[in-house]
């Protein structure tokens, strides 16, 4: 069965790009993430967006980018942490596919984010500012995340795996879940029609 695309959502800091990556290594399909299609088309860095143009011509871009992802087909896609808070986003990513939301806790997010300064809407900031500002972030965005009617998946711990068996309209049946090693929940499905899985693991 041919479900198109893996699109992998989720709060900045969550794994996007690597467990994308390692995910479309696995299903042997190419990766894109949309936050480097951006600075292709810009010609410049994602923090240079930000400053010289501005949040919304950003989001302009990503728009943009993310229909491009979408008409590829059978790709794995990492998207940017506030792609599907555009609805047009998300209609765009639900016709060409299925949606999972990676998630962490706050402390994995702010220990990860603090590697490097390159993540615009925290730069400048000490780490209590980021704190409070990635605790309000992810206020804002839980409810977009919620009805995006996506598997999630905890990816606080160094490993990450989710098993998914989608039925041919993208629902899972007699979803469960249980923790497995360092936390990671484990979400289990049937389908009546595809015995197809999504399976990945990964580690930071």
């Known amino acids: 069965m041919d479900i198109g695309s893996v699109f992998l959502t989720g709060f900045m800091g969550v794994g996007k790009s690597k467990v994308g990556s390692l995910l479309a290594w696995r299903l042997r399909r190419d990766f894109l993430d949309t936050d480097e299609l951006i600075e292709a088309r810009a010609g410049r860095e994602i923090s240079s967006i930000f400053k010289e143009q501005g949040e919304a011509y950003f989001r302009e871009l990503e728009h ?11 790709v794995v ?3 940017g942490g506030g792609a ?3 609805s047009r986003n998300l209609k765009a990513v639900r016709s060409a596919g299925v949606l999972v939301c990676l998630e962490a806790d706050v402390d994995t997010i702010l220990e990860r ?10 730069s400048g900031l000490s780490e209590d500012e980021k704190r409070a500002k990635i605790e309000r972030m992810l206020k804002e965005r839980a409810p977009y995340f919620s009805r995006s009617k996506a598997d999630h998946a905890d990816c606080t711990s160094a490993t990450c795996t989710v098993v998914r068996l989608p039925s041919p309209a993208s629902k899972v049946y007699g979803v469960g879940g249980s923790r497995g090693k360092g936390g990671a929940r ?9 015995d197809w899985k999504l ?5 930071f």
């Open 186 to 194: 484990h979400h289990k499905g049937a389908s009546v029609r595809t």
């Open 113 to 122: 984010v603090s590697r490097r300064d390159d993540r615009p809407l925290l």
């Open 84 to 86: 599907i808070v555009q």
């Open 77 to 79: 896609v990492s998207l």
């Open 199 to 203: 399976l990945f693991e990964r580690g």
């Open 64 to 74: 943009a980018c993310v229909v491009e992802a979408c008409v590829r087909g059978d």
